[in-house]
């Protein structure tokens, strides 16, 4: 059905894109995993391009630290405590009508990634975005598209430096041709260590926008590079990845997608958040967060919203425990996993 496109009227005179690349946009669906630095650049851009269908992935609450750099966020999302892809599936709302974004309020891991990326409402994607900030993750949205068929558009950002790069299953390399396997902890400098630079960020979020219309639009002008920069000194290159695919590859050609079919972590430190998550055995685990509400009122200070329950833990001064729908839970406070499990236990249960 013909809709009116007078919105993009000077996205539409591109000839990129044009009106029948435009209709192709208002019926296309992009994952966008990660909704902090990078994937709120990416998913206000989709948002106002018109990608009828958004996914938004992420295990986050919005707090003060993050508006320096979040551009979907503002102070009352922070003092509100809002998870991030409920914050932003609100404020892309006000954005654009002619787009629905669904939030998954999750962690992604081997256990649910097929099943949240896939089959969810909106059904399966025309691209991955990488909005995240550890290679766990990337290497395993790498599996996922490989497995699928599914373009992902990679980048990370630290400092003032950035980088991006374009994975089409079939098409070229894939993410563990180019960089083979996580780099070990400790190695690579993060966010906490070395900062973050707002427009750093920016740019390269940009250019992963860019690239996803332009697979999302059937163009051929899809980069085949990765690029790196520097916000700061103005740095810029491109290497050549046409001719970067392993053939030894364990992914793209052994077909072993190691990273989608390891055990879930239990718990893992949060990047410069003093703070660790911890997941629940199994899959699919439900908290009734009433029942979880009522039981903690003894313990501190209560809260309650539709998407966790948060209590101050007054025999723990300065740690507080959130805990989702799903049963993850952010125990903040804290820096040590086997500390944060044991008060999952205790306070949650087994």
Request: hydrophobic fraction near 40%; glycine fraction near 10%.
């Given at each position: ?193 070395a900062g973050v630079l707002a427009p750093a960020a920016a740019m390269i979020g940009a250019m992963q926008a860019a690239e996803a219309i332009k697979l999302l ?14 916000a700061w000194t103005g740095m810029h290159r491109s290497v050549d990845l046409t001719r970067s695919a392993d053939p030894a590859c364990p992914c793209c050609v ?97």
């Amino acid at each position: 059905m013909e809709r009116d496109l007078s919105r993009y009227a000077r996205q539409t005179v591109l000839p990129g894109i044009g009106r029948a690349g435009q209709q192709r946009l208002l019926d296309a669906h992009a994952a966008i995993v990660g909704c902090g630095t990078l994937g709120c650049v990416i998913a206000d851009q989709l948002c106002r391009a018109g990608v009828g269908r958004l996914t938004i992935v992420d295990r986050d609450l919005v707090e003060p630290g993050n508006l320096q750099r979040q551009v979907l966020f503002d102070q009352a999302d922070a003092d509100a405590r809002l998870p991030k892809a409920e914050a932003a599936r609100t404020r892309l709302a006000e954005i654009n009508p002619d787009v629905r974004t669904e939030a998954v309020i999750a962690d992604l891991r081997p256990s649910n990634a097929e099943r949240v990326i896939l089959d969810g409402p909106h059904g399966r994607p025309g691209v991955i975005l990488d909005g995240t900030d550890n290679f766990e993750t990337r290497f395993l949205l790498n599996d996922l598209s490989v497995k699928h068929t599914v373009p992902y558009v990679y980048a990370g950002v630290v400092g003032t430096r950035a980088m991006r790069a374009v994975f089409r299953p079939g098409v070229g390399p894939c993410l563990r041709c180019v960089f083979d396997r996580p780099p070990a902890p400790g190695s690579q400098p993060t966010c906490e260590t070395a900062g973050v630079l707002a427009p750093a960020a920016a740019m390269i979020g940009a250019m992963q926008a860019a690239e996803a219309i332009k697979l999302l639009v059937g163009s051929d002008a899809v980069a085949t590079g990765l690029v790196e920069l520097d916000a700061w000194t103005g740095m810029h290159r491109s290497v050549d990845l046409t001719r970067s695919a392993d053939p030894a590859c364990p992914c793209c050609v052994g077909r072993v997608f190691e990273h989608l079919e390891a055990p879930d972590p239990d718990a893992a430190a949060l990047c410069g958040r003093n703070a660790v998550q911890v997941m629940p055995a199994g899959n699919g685990h439900r908290i009734d967060l009433d029942t979880l509400a009522a039981a903690l009122q003894g313990v501190g200070a209560v809260s309650r919203t539709p998407f966790m329950v948060r209590a101050g833990l007054d025999e723990h001064p300065g740690v507080t425990l959130s805990v989702f729908r799903d049963g993850r839970a952010v125990i903040e406070g804290v820096e040590d996993t086997s500390r944060a499990r044991a008060l999952y236990a205790r306070y949650v249960g087994a």
